[in-house]
Each structure stands twice: as C-alpha cells, then as structure tokens.
C-alpha cells in the first residue's frame, strides 16, 4: 500500500484529506508541519508527499527546497490557496512535482496523486516500454523494434513526459515549466514547434500518437 504523508496545518483540510486518500486506498499520514513531516520521514517510509504552503515556522517552499537539496526526490503535490503565476513558479523552482490551488476537487487530487506516482515508478526504473518502443532515461535514448533513434535532449524530455502519463492532457504551460528552465526567454510556441518535430519523426508509429486538445494543450494516446 503506499503511504502518503499529507503535511497541512488547517484541522478540518487536514481531517478531509485523510479522509479521502484512505477511501482511495492509500495510507495517509499526517503532520501538522514541517517539522513534524520530516520527522516522520525519518521513521517511516513515504511515497509522496501532499503539501500545503502556508505552514508555520517553516513553510511549504523551503520544506521542499530542504528534501531537494538533501537529494529527496519523493514526489511532492503542493495544494495551496496560493493561486498566482509567480507563487506557482516558487513551487516549481523549489521542486515540487505538481501544484494544485484550493479548494480542490477530491477527484482532480486523486487522479494527479495517481498520475504522480505513476510516474515516480517509471522514474526509479528509468525506462518506459510503449509497445516496441522503449524510452530509456538515463540515457535519453529511444529504440523503435530494437532499432536505436537519436533525439534532441528537449524532444526526449517531452515525449517521456507525454507517454509517462497516456491520455493526461497537459497545456503548453505546464510542459514549458517542467521541461524548459522556468527562466527560459522561449515562449509557449516552442512546445508547438517541438511536437511537431516529434509528430513528423513518429507520423508512422503504431505504439503512440500526440494528439492536440483544442484550447488546452496535448496528450498522448497509445494505439495498442
């Protein structure tokens, strides 16, 4: 089962989670602070972290920025009333792994807790099988029928990203923030030039194709 430490100074919000990850068969742990969370990160093992921002004493940003820095790469899910473009880029620049504003919907929180660890799975094994298609990370490598193909850096990036997660649609903005240096003078345009690079590279595969969602952004669909 995996254990979930929800880190959140507000009773009730605290109480409602725990609540609801243990519904959906996780088991949750609570802390009311950082300092609390951390420590028991230390006795227990923790496959991702919900996190509110505004705690006292130390806050949800530094919490993070301290687990990063100390080589923690457990998945983190920052939920916060937080809700502007510059405190989303605080979160991500701290590390955080995903970033929801409250009050969340119950169900957009488990489908993105699911997605995450998902993806922290796929992440420790460093590989990714489509098919015939292998994407292997540490390596920044693809091989289509055994076949080796060489990809740019960014394009690998956001095809293992797109795969890691099939049928989750991702907009523009969030691939920019993941995968480009969130100091990036780019614009959102070059994730449109980057998918269609990857769209004419793959237009033949019968593992995958990248499919636009008018008005939102991307996601990827496995043909078998």
Known sequence: MFQILI?????????????????YGYQPIVAR???EG??????????LIVLDVMLPQVDGFAFTRT??????????????AKESLQDKRLGFLAGTDDYMVKPVD???????????????????DRKLQIGATELNFTSLSIAVNGKNESLPKKEFLLLFKLLSSPG?????????DEIWDLDTESDERTVDVHINRLRDRFRDSKDFEIQTVRGLGYKAILLR
């Open 38 to 47: 951390a420590k028991l990160m230390e006795s227990r093992h923790i496959d």
């Open 67 to 80: 687990l990063r820095e100390s080589g923690n790469d457990v998945p983190i899910l920052m939920v916060t």
């Open 7 to 23: 880190v959140e100074d507000d009773v009730n919000a605290r109480k409602l989670m725990e609540a609801v990850i243990s519904q």
């Open 168 to 176: 989750r649609i991702f907009t523009r903005r969030q691939l920019m």
């Open 33 to 35: 602070d950082a300092m």
């Open 106 to 124: 119950e169900e957009e929180l488990m489908l993105r807790i699911a997605a995450l660890l998902r993806r922290s799975h796929i992440a420790a």
